[in-house]
């Protein structure tokens, strides 16, 4: 019976999911070589994957297949063969067969492939494979791959699918004069940089760096030895970490019946508190950071909350809270992707406490609400214009021409990046600089109108200032673009702490890949920094960093950039994870304090672990590459909660907004 069910049940249309993901997933994001894309679109991935893995083929990401290796995810793979600058007909050596789908891609190129897998059993298959296939140019060899493969040298190119410490001699003097040769490097087993090797001569090598990377090691003579990456068994504790987790953890049966006094003691003068969270769509999350928000705002005097949110989206709501004055704006607040993040019951709660807390007090005592991001590029373009028309029209229509160098691009800035990158379209960099320095050299006179409404106009300056840089850099690599965009963040908190005095506190909310001290996380290894990192290092011990973790539940997500939101359910946590360890103390809800923890507790918590994170997107079926990192959690955050099962934010629907004022932040 089964069998003739699988033979009646409607098989996937992989030819249109295969375009599809050629031209949202791989052009979309910058690759433009034709003989790339084509070859892209000829070579089926659901061949070189897992019977039960197949109809996950066409999802941009990498896939588990056997020997605990990876298949790559297709932009990298399409990323990598255009790196190396290929004509057709060439001469390619590839390390890491892997399962053979890289090997194909390249073979619809080159005119000889050349492919060493270290592991027997993926070496033996991917043979069969691609000789069952029909890839007569694609020869394989069971060997250690950081040797090449010298017999068949010298290679027009060579490509390396795993990440050494350095890029192995045997494989450059593997090359031709002119030969390129793209790897993964990196001092770290589990973070590279992508990096693009030309031979220029005998003896001289070129280097440049083209991406952050994540890659499997590179094992072999001149890669990570077997034998250092085999974790040596710690000594066993007289108390397991779970056992000390346990120990040390405040429990709360209910999340209303959390012990905030202790928290608050131990926040005590702190000028700073981030708040973390290990998904953008978990409600346990987003009502712990709102109820402690509240406290902080009422019983220790925070004066504002900063948000992973765009700064005129925020503006709107502050409007609300703070009851100014201000007419309804012609945009509704947080109405791009992802909508549900703020959008959502749970913060709507909060947005309506702080209206009626700060309706009780003068305006100079109200708690405000600001966002921290960049990302509005046109909003706030639109707000800069809009102040500059009643204060300054001179000066409003010089900006006006300066910023119409962005029109172009405003229904996709992401767009202008690449244009400006690669020559097609002059940077806009100079014409929305000259905007801001005008701004900042009529301080004076514009701050008289109204100081609230100056600094709005100034911060949308600056932000389109950092958005233009940040959408031209974003093609570098993700090092380049999270650092900019997280020290926008926090010199926009920052701006926020002067503009409020040298008294004032601010509460942050984000997610805990940005408020959780980057140098405790594999992210140090890559070159990054965060806001977390940043605030600690300007405020040392009145900054307080508080994360969150889960082990299972539900949470709301997209499985893919501009896509819906769904409910999806959380994969339990990974055995070798600091989640798991939470879940086996056995404690469903807790505090545990970190910073002044008993030493044993943090001994234990010291040893790296993995740590997962959940964004917008979520994708359960490639849950280790793409949701874990390294960390260190007790230098990572001061304080950490927990809930062993969580659920999704609750968006609201249209007709929850009927009849609200037009001030209302929310709007239809």
């Known amino acids: ?61 990498p896939l588990p297949i056997e020997g605990d ?29 892997g399962s053979g789908y890289a090997a194909a891609v390249l073979s619809k190129i080159a005119g000889e492939v050349y492919t060493v897998e270290r592991i027997g059993q993926l070496a033996e298959k991917a043979a069969a ?97 077997a034998e250092s990456r085999r974790a040596r068994k710690p000594k066993k504790p007289e108390r397991t970490l779970p056992e000390l987790i346990a120990e040390s953890s405040e429990p709360f049966a209910a999340l209303e019946e959390a012990p905030l006094d202790r928290l608050l003691g131990r926040i005590g003068e702190a000028r700073v508190v981030l708040i973390g969270e290990a998904t953008h769509g ?44 201000y007419p309804p704006s012609e945009w509704t607040a947080f109405a791009r992707f992802p909508t549900w993040m703020w959008r959502n019951a749970e913060t709507r709660a909060f947005v309506d406490w702080m209206r009626a807390f700060n309706a009780k007090r003068k305006p100079e005592q109200r708690a405000a609400f600001h966002g921290l991001d960049l990302y509005s590029l046109y909003d706030s373009i639109r707000a800069v214009l809009k102040y500059l028309d009643e204060v300054d029209p001179k000066t409003a229509r010089a900006a006006r021409e300066r910023y119409g160098c962005l029109t172009p691009w405003q229904s996709d800035p992401a767009t202008y990046g690449h244009a400006a990158l690669t020559g097609q379209y002059h940077s806009c960099e100079s014409a929305v600089t000259d905007v801001l320095t005008d701004l900042m050299k009529r301080r004076t006179a514009y701050a008289e ?51 409020y005095g040298p008294h004032s506190k601010a509460v942050v909310w984000a997610h805990n890949s940005h408020v959780g001290d980057a140098s405790a996380t594999e992210m140090a290894s890559r070159g990054e920094h965060n806001l977390g990192q940043l605030c600690r290092r300007a405020y040392g011990k009145d900054c307080y960093i508080i994360g969150f973790g889960t082990h299972d539940g539900q949470v709301a997500a997209a499985s893919d950039w501009e896509g819906p939101m769904e409910v999806k359910d959380i994969v339990p946590s990974l055995s070798s994870s600091y989640e798991r360890m939470c879940h086996d103390s056995g404690v469903s809800k807790f505090m545990l304090p970190l910073r002044g923890a008993p030493d044993s507790l943090k001994a234990a918590l010291r040893e790296p672990r993995l740590q997962r994170a959940i964004g917008v997107i979520y994708r359960p079926q490639s849950e280790r590459a793409s949701h874990y990192f390294q960390a260190v959690l007790p230098d990572q955050f001061d304080e950490y909660v927990w809930f062993d099962r969580t659920s999704p934010v609750q968006p609201f629907a249209t007709h929850e907004l009927e009849g609200m004022p037009d001030t209302y932040p929310f709007g239809l």
């Open 129 to 225: 494979r691609l000789a069952d296939l029909g890839y007569s140019n694609v020869h394989v060899l069971h060997g250690d791959g950081t040797k090449g493969w010298p017999e068949h040298m010298p290679y027009d190119a060579i490509v390396v699918a795993a990440g050494g410490p350095k890029v192995p001699d045997a494989l450059k003097l593997q090359l031709k004069i002119g030969g390129r040769l793209v790897i993964p490097v990196g001092t770290d087993p589990t973070v590279q940089e992508l990096v693009r090797i030309t031979r220029v001569s005998e003896q001289d090598f070129m280097r440049e760096d083209l991406a952050d990377v994540r890659f499997v090691p590179l094992i072999g003579e001149e890669g990570w030895e």
């Open 282 to 325: 978990t409600s346990e999350f987003y009502r712990m950071r709102e109820r402690v928000t509240r406290a902080l705002i009422e019983r220790k005097g925070f004066r504002f909350v900063a948000i992973e949110g765009d700064w005129p989206d925020a503006a709107r709501v502050d409007h609300y809270v703070r009851h100014m004055d």
């Open 449 to 499: 109108h109204d100081g609230e409404r100056f600094l709005d106009a100034v911060q949308n300056a600056k932000l389109v200032t950092e958005a233009e840089r940040y959408y031209r850099i974003m093609y570098y690599g993700s090092r380049a673009s999270w650092n900019l965009r997280d020290s926008h963040m926090f010199e926009t908190l920052k701006t926020l702490l002067d503009f």
């Open 69 to 97: 290796q990876t298949i790559s995810q297709p932009y990298i793979v399409a990323f990598m063969v255009e790196a190396l600058n290929l004509e057709g007909g060439e001469r390619v050596l590839e390390i890491g067969a």
């Open 1 to 61: 019976m089964s069998n003739v069910a699988d033979k009646t049940r409607p098989q996937p249309d992989f030819a249109a999911q295969r375009e599809q993901m050629v031209e949202r997933a791989i052009r979309a994001r910058g690759v433009r070589q034709k003989l790339v894309l084509d070859a892209m679109r000829a070579v089926k991935r659901e061949d070189f994957l897992p019977e039960n893995l197949r109809e996950f083929a066409y999802e941009d990401s």
